[in-house]
């Protein structure tokens, strides 16, 4: 007999984009639903996310001139996966993606708008597309949230000008390479923040929310219009079985042990983990180290071990989210490097001094091709980003601002640890560890390559995804421009991750896989505490969270088709559940 401190129909463990997501479907379809939370802030992971959803076929294409089909992006999955996926994950996320998002429009708060030029990160596949499938969340006001907005998640300092003032996509875009009318964008951005009186009252951090913050703002306010609870400081520490289902979880609220049974369903959204040295240990090529990760400190894996421990079945737990990280002293989490690869005018190389990879690559693909070269006498676990006095002056690295707005004798302390320099390539190979003559070798025969604008070593700025974070002022190939001017620069480069992408096996409707292949009942995971439908890969920008709200979508739905093959329709319209 199990003594029930709180009953629910559907339990939610992790308060991120997807376990939102799920939260106000199952409410919406008359499921008493709690939300739990590990730590001290809701968000996890998505509020410090550039928050877009890569959503095929979705209802804004046709609006803005794009042309898709779920055929087409079926096709393109399958391409992506190398046909490893074929257990309907793919195709059931093709059909349900949209519904989800006209979900959210239509009954929440959330709003979305389609990337025109946001092409997919391998368009040249078959189905592959230059634009369209990437949404990004439309900015949301926190004054809507009261002082609910103080406990959300903040989003990564390197997505705030100064640190501190919010942008969206576009915006950055702009001030990211000066482009037309960046004086007037820096202006807007300035007094849109200095206005808000009333918000810097509460806080210093921006109430115009943008990106991740913007989608995990929108949620929880349409949470709160519900009266949907979130708890705070609760930790998972067990799933509990009623009878031949999982029928709740015990855990530990503010220091008290709690038995929460959740009537219908519970859905693990707790995030990967990444954060858990003795799983990446385990499970992860090495080197792996935790500090690496780009994301909180709280996603240590508490939702997969607690399924595990069911015997539940686990899959693709040696991949994640890969994205070269760079540390910052003093920051919780290490800072990616989403878009300084593609600007012209630098490299990567390893310890020998040699490029090992296309720099506009994928971010996934860089840390692949990071493991794949490592070896005795060339490691490249770190590398390291190598770059001239202009890329210095011109662009933003890390947690560097450009040269022009913050020059090196303005560089506080704690940045001068990230920031490698030199008067000539030996200097600054020496300096690093790297191979002098290699290092001379490399930038001599990318130089030539530069001026003639073509990379013929790996290709750089030959694809859509490339030039897109490119410098359009900088042609023949916005990706390319040689490093002859000196002081040099280096940063290093870990193989850090977004993410983990191994966890729970599910099948189409979420449901977590027992060893014998068969449905755990009463048991769902989605987002990263899953196994990732995309594979080993990462087809566009969004393809974590929109599978992760999808199947939070699709987990609801078959909680209450279930419920109500078990229940009856007619009790549970007598129970208001």
């Not at 996320?93 to 708008?113: G, P, Q």
């Not at 703002?217 to 009623?242: F, H, K, M, T």
């Not at 920051?331 to 990616?336: G, L, N, P, Y």
């Amino acid at each position: 007999m199990i003594r029930w401190d709180e009953c629910c129909d559907v339990l939610v463990i992790g308060s991120g984009a997807g376990g939102m997501t799920a939260a106000l479907r199952a409410h919406d379809l008359g499921l008493d639903t709690l939300v739990i939370e590990k730590s001290e802030q809701y968000g996890g992971t998505s509020a410090v996310s550039g928050g877009g959803i890569w959503i095929p076929d979705n209802h804004r294409i046709r609006a803005l001139g794009g042309e898709d089909s779920r055929a087409e992006a079926v096709a393109y999955l399958k391409a992506v996966t190398h046909g490893e996926l074929d257990d309907g994950r793919i195709e059931a996320y093709v059909e349900h993606a949209r519904a989800m998002v006209e979900y959210l429009e239509r009954d929440t708060r959330v709003r979305f708008e389609a990337q025109a030029q946001y092409t997919d990160y391998y368009p040249h596949m078959p189905g592959g597309k230059p634009g369209y499938r990437s949404m990004d969340p439309l900015p949301f006001d926190a004054a809507a949230l009261g002082e609910e907005f103080l406990r959300m998640r903040a989003p990564s300092p390197g997505t705030l000008m100064m640190g501190r003032m919010a942008m969206t996509m576009k915006e950055a875009r702009v001030l990211l390479c000066r482009g037309k009318g960046w004086l007037g964008l820096t202006a807007k951005v300035l007094w849109r923040y200095w206005r808000d009186r009333e918000g810097r009252k509460l806080s210093r951090r921006d109430r115009f929310l943008t990106l991740g913050n913007a989608l995990v703002g929108a949620l929880r306010c349409s949470l709160l219009d519900r009266g949907v609870p979130l708890w705070l400081n609760c930790q998972l520490e067990r799933l509990l079985i009623v009878g031949e289902r999982i029928g709740g979880a015990r855990v530990l609220r503010d220091g008290q042990w709690l038995n929460i049974k959740a009537r219908h369903g519970v859905i693990i959204a707790a995030g990967g983990f990444e954060r858990n040295q003795a799983m990446r240990t385990q499970h992860h090529p090495q080197p792996s180290q935790a500090q690496w990760s780009a994301t909180p400190p709280c996603n240590t894996g508490d939702g997969i071990r607690a399924a595990q421990a069911v015997g539940a079945s686990t899959a693709l737990m040696a991949h994640s989210w890969w994205a070269p990280t760079v540390q910052v002293p003093g920051e919780e989490k290490q800072r990616a490097l989403f878009i300084e690869r593609n600007l012209p005018g630098c490299i990567l190389v390893d310890s020998a001094g040699e490029r090992f990879v296309n720099e506009g690559a994928p971010y996934s693909d860089i840390v692949y091709a990071m493991y794949r070269h490592n070896r005795e006498g060339a490691t490249s676990v770190p590398c390291w980003l190598v770059f001239d006095a202009d890329y210095r002056r011109k662009y933003p690295c890390g947690p560097l601002l450009p040269g022009y707005a913050q020059p090196d004798w303005r560089l506080p302390e704690h940045l001068r640890k990230v920031l490698h320099k030199a008067d000539d390539l030996g200097a600054l190979a020496a300096l690093i560890g790297v191979d002098g003559a290699g290092l001379g070798r490399t930038v001599a025969r990318f130089n030539a390559m530069a001026v003639c604008g073509r990379d013929d070593d790996f290709g750089k700025g030959e694809s859509l995804f490339d030039r897109y974070y490119g410098d359009p002022g900088v042609q023949p190939n916005p990706c390319l421009a040689p490093l002859h001017k000196a002081p040099f620069y280096a940063v290093r480069v870990d193989a850090g991750d977004i993410g983990t992408k191994g966890g729970l096996l599910t099948n189409a409707h979420a449901q977590v896989l027992h060893q014998d292949g068969k449905p755990i009942q009463g048991l769902y995971a989605i987002g990263n505490s899953a196994a990732s439908m995309m594979g080993r890969t990462y087809p566009g920008a969004g393809a974590t969270l929109g599978p992760a709200m999808t199947f939070g979508y699709l987990a609801a739905e078959h909680i209450r088709a279930d419920s109500q093959q078990r229940q009856g329709p007619s009790t549970l319209a007598l129970t208001g559940r």
